[in-house]
């Protein structure tokens, strides 16, 4: 039996009480877990996964973007500076754990070992990060057929390569980036194939894999896999300027892996649970859940950072986190309203910083969108 101070026992099941809880060890969660824990507030960080960083783990490449938001150093080394960071702060970790419910009192289910617990939280940021969106063709159920991103997780961290022949569908940084992931690891990429006419990540990661030689089939589709046991060929179309297969252009890939790289979308099963407002924002992913300019939710006491408010990158999940972490201070009255409000405003100024230039601006008026939404309902 284990009962803390302050904390029930239901039948077996264990009610623990705590100022904070933080749901995911991305980026977004330990960045929220730090600052949070700085202005000494308790803070309990919650992750399924073994280890934190969240799809920092698994990114073996140097990160773009600017020195201050740690560019130049690899996912992996970013997520366990972030660990050391929080765990120097005092953050109490819950690894292996996680999270299937959050109460629109704030309380939060979790499952670690076989056993689940409630925790009472006065706050909950809700960092759980994005789901891969997956798209439906002919045979797209054949094994071998999978999201870049479980490719990305068998190649980086489980040293598996799922195949030697692949075809890349999407091409934006996941598609680009795990394409020369995966010629890293000995396979041979085929073909990058974009329904697009134009490419639709980072030229300098598109560059990277025409050098070594792989085509980016620009205004072309999938059109069906074709295989038994396992996907043996890829069906590829040009498209026309209205996106309709042009007949005659059709081509079979030999292939025994297709990884799909269609976007990201919020993984927001927890925040739907909680009852929080959602708002249609296709740019950043579809159906997203609102938040004012702090990042609270509809739901008072619950704060969103990171993918889960939107998908964007590893440096505005950060300073989201750390806005998220200094409101959640200020709330609870464990900062100067004046500090705060500085070091809010501080973050703020950051996140427009980053959200500049032809990939971030319209991710800046899509959060101005979503504010505004959560405005009408505040
Ligand atoms: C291939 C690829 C390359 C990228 N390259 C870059 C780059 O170079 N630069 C850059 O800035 N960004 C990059 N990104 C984007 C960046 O990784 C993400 O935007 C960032 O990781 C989002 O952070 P997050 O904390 O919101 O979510 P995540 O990093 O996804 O973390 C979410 C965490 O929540 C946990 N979780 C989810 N649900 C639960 C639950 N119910 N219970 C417990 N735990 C849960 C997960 O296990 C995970 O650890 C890349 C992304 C990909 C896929």
Redesign the pocket.
Known sequence: LFVLSGDAEYGGRREVRAQLVV???????LCAAIEAARCDVEVTL????QKA????FK?I?R???SEEHLAGLR?ITIGSMLLKEAEQEGVKTMFG????GLFPDKTVGILKANRVDTIRADRVVL????LENSLAFPGWTLPNIMG??AA?TLVNVHRVLPGQRVVIVGSG??GL??AYQLLQAGAEVLAVVEVLPRVTGYQVHASKIVRMGVPILCSHSIVRAIGTECVEKAEVVRLDEDSKPIGGTERLLDVDLICIAVGLRP?SE?ARMADLRFGYVPELGGHIPLHDETMQSTVAGIYL????SGI????T?MEEGKLAGFAVARSLGRISQSAADRRISTVQSQLIMLRQGPYGAFRQSAKQKIIEEYGSFA
Not at 53 to 56: A, I, V
Not at 97 to 100: L, N, P, Y
Not at 127 to 130: D, E, I, L, S, V
Not at 312 to 315: F, T, Y
């Open positions: 749901i995911g060890a991305g980026p977004a969660g919650v992750d399924e996964n960083g969240g799809q920092l990114q490449h990160f773009f973007g996912g754990t996680a999270a299937w960092a759980t990060g994005a870049a991103g990305q940084n996941v980036i795990v993984m927890l950072a990171g993918d889960v964007e990158e590893a440096s999940a």
